[in-house]
């Protein structure tokens, strides 16, 4: 109890821009969690691009597209889609993957931008609290005994809007570091696996026509 009264007292000698950076630090953890949850469910993973690469070198065609069918996530959701409605058309389906993968990086990109920005933010909010303090604590000076300690104390004080400033970058920053890594791995999986479709598109054409051709049986056999 003792340490947190003592936190509280020092939150306060920080001043006013302590209350701004501290909605700074609560705007990155909300967005760290927001984006974790996104993740989760729009990242299909390391795995799933690996096994995917694996049956198409595998010549698995059917079977690779069964995994993406059956996979969660933006790429094996784009994969799936693709082949099911251009893979005759290569043109078609180059486009509809490129635009698609784009839409999914933006979505998996979106308020990263803040993160950026609170990085670069912070400290200079810091620093303009320690500068604010430091111009109170130098106004009371005098030549009277006992004010270079009262100064010191009050350079001592300001410091903390400073450390404060430094400590809500760098969680920033590791946040939006770990994310963008996230998205770069996202990015080369999305290239392997579209190489793949686009170098194996006529074997992947024909699974499509061997499904249509299984239906048509199936719908037969009922009639």
Same mark, same amino acid.
């Given at each position: 109890?003792?340490? +947190? %009264?003592?936190?509280?007292?020092?939150?306060?000698?920080?001043?006013?821009?302590?209350?701004?950076?501290? =909605?700074?630090?609560?705007?990155?953890? !909300?967005?760290?969690?927001?984006?974790?949850?996104?993740?989760?469910? #729009?990242?299909?993973?390391?795995?799933? #691009?690996?096994?995917?690469?694996?049956?198409?070198?595998?010549?698995?065609?059917?079977?690779?597209?069964?995994?993406?069918?059956?996979?969660?996530?933006?790429?094996?959701?784009?994969? /799936?889609?693709?082949?099911?409605?251009?893979?005759?058309?290569?043109?078609?389906?180059?486009?509809?993957?490129?635009?698609?993968?784009? +839409?999914?990086? #933006?979505? =998996?990109?979106? @308020? %990263?931008?803040?993160? $950026?920005?609170?990085?670069?933010? #912070?400290?200079? %909010?810091?620093?303009?609290?320690? +500068?604010?303090?430091?111009?109170? $604590?130098?106004?009371?000076?005098?030549?009277?005994?006992?004010?270079?300690?009262?100064?010191?104390?009050?350079?001592? &004080?300001? %410091?903390?809007?400073?450390?404060?400033?430094?400590?809500?970058?760098?969680?920033?920053?590791?946040?939006?570091?770990?994310? /963008?890594?996230? +998205?770069?791995?996202?990015?080369?999986?999305?290239?392997?696996?579209?190489?793949?479709?686009?170098?194996? @598109?006529? !074997?992947?054409? &024909?699974?499509?026509?061997?499904?249509?051709?299984?239906?048509?049986?199936?719908?037969?056999? !009922?009639?």
């Amino acid at each position: 109890m003792e340490y +947190i %009264l003592s936190a509280i007292t020092m939150f306060q000698k920080g001043g006013v821009v302590m209350y701004i950076l501290l =909605l700074c630090s609560i705007f990155v953890i !909300a967005i760290g969690i927001e984006r974790g949850l996104f993740f989760y469910h #729009a990242d299909s993973g390391r795995a799933f #691009a690996r096994l995917f690469a694996m049956r198409v070198y595998n010549k698995e065609f059917q079977v690779a597209r069964d995994l993406a069918g059956s996979t969660k996530g933006a790429l094996a959701d784009i994969i /799936t889609d693709g082949l099911n409605r251009y893979s005759t058309n290569s043109e078609k389906l180059n486009s509809y993957l490129e635009v698609h993968s784009g +839409i999914a990086l #933006a979505g =998996l990109r979106k @308020r %990263l931008y803040y993160l $950026s920005v609170i990085v670069t933010m #912070a400290p200079l %909010l810091g620093l303009l609290g320690t +500068i604010s303090g430091m111009i109170s $604590s130098f106004s009371v000076f005098n030549l009277e005994s006992g004010q270079a300690t009262a100064i010191t104390g009050g350079v001592g &004080e300001a %410091l903390i809007a400073t450390a404060m400033g430094l400590c809500v970058a760098i969680i920033a920053l590791i946040v939006h570091s770990y994310y /963008t890594q996230r +998205i770069d791995a996202v990015v080369t999986d999305m290239e392997q696996c579209f190489s793949l479709i686009e170098d194996n @598109r006529a !074997a992947f054409a &024909e699974t499509s026509m061997n499904d249509i051709q299984t239906v048509s049986q199936k719908a037969g056999a !009922a009639a």
